[in-house]
């Protein structure tokens, strides 16, 4: 069975400074890794894959994420938030193996609020 | 943008009906997947459709059925309504490409209330 954890319900931070949502994640064989954001009364937006190649993946918006495998960690990161990131951030897996047939496994979610 | 539609917007059904939510993929896509996000939670993955098949199911019960049309539309119904199917539901269509590993993109959902 595949699993995501997002151990934070919320994470607050200043504009401008750097900020980080963390994500692990369990499954049989190997990774794919993806990052949503929902913004209120919308769907899901996706910002960044991580199928295979380079641990730091680069997406929308100047977001990136890093893949781990040892810590089996898929960390969001932005070097310098912005208030209109504020939104609910979803991170996703799927194992490899599997295929599309067992659809993504998401986390929970966590409330990014970037304040002025 | 996506170009991923659903319809109608918001619904509101009593426990024991029948609802039908609808969903356009967007151009070139011919999967499509039906997701449930109850307030507060992840999307939980329902069912998936390719070439007008259901080739992968979460932990739902048979109440929850689908269709994938030709033209790559689908449609997710769910019988005898429960008060727990209260939920926003979310299309995603994508590409399916060798090793699995193609990109879903969502439309807006469905919120659906059911009294």
């Known amino acids: 069975a595949q699993s995501v954890a997002q151990p934070e319900d919320q994470v607050n931070v200043a504009e401008g400074n750097p900020l980080t949502v963390k994500c692990t994640y369990s499954?049989?064989?190997?990774?794919?890794l993806f990052w949503y954001v929902q913004y209120p009364n919308r769907g899901l937006q996706f910002l960044l894959k991580y199928i295979t190649g380079d641990n730091l993946v680069k997406g929308s918006y100047g977001f990136e994420a890093e893949f781990n495998k040892s810590q089996t960690s898929f960390h969001l990161k932005k070097p310098s938030a912005l208030v209109s990131d504020s939104a609910l951030y979803f991170c996703?897996?799927?194992?490899?193996?599997?295929?599309?047939?067992?659809?993504?496994?998401f986390g929970k979610g966590t409330h990014l609020i970037i304040q002025p | 943008e996506t170009g991923v539609t659903q319809s109608p917007t918001h619904l509101i059904k009593t426990r024991g009906q029948q609802v039908t939510l609808r969903c356009s993929s967007q151009s070139g896509h011919n999967t499509v997947s039906w997701y449930q996000q109850a307030l507060g939670q992840g999307p939980q993955f329902i069912f998936q459709y390719y070439r007008e098949e259901e080739n992968g199911r979460g932990n739902f019960p048979p109440r929850f059925s689908g269709l994938q049309f030709p033209n790559y539309s689908s449609e997710l119904n769910v019988n005898a309504l429960e008060l727990d199917d209260s939920a926003l539901y979310l299309c995603?269509?994508?590409?399916?490409?060798?090793?699995?590993?193609?990109?879903?993109?969502f439309g807006p959902g469905t919120r659906l209330l059911v009294l």
């Open positions: 995603a269509s994508s590409v399916v490409v060798v090793g699995g590993e193609e990109t879903q993109y």
């Open positions: 996703a897996v799927r194992d490899m193996i599997r295929g599309g047939a067992d659809g993504l496994t």
């Open positions: 499954v049989s064989g190997n990774p794919y």
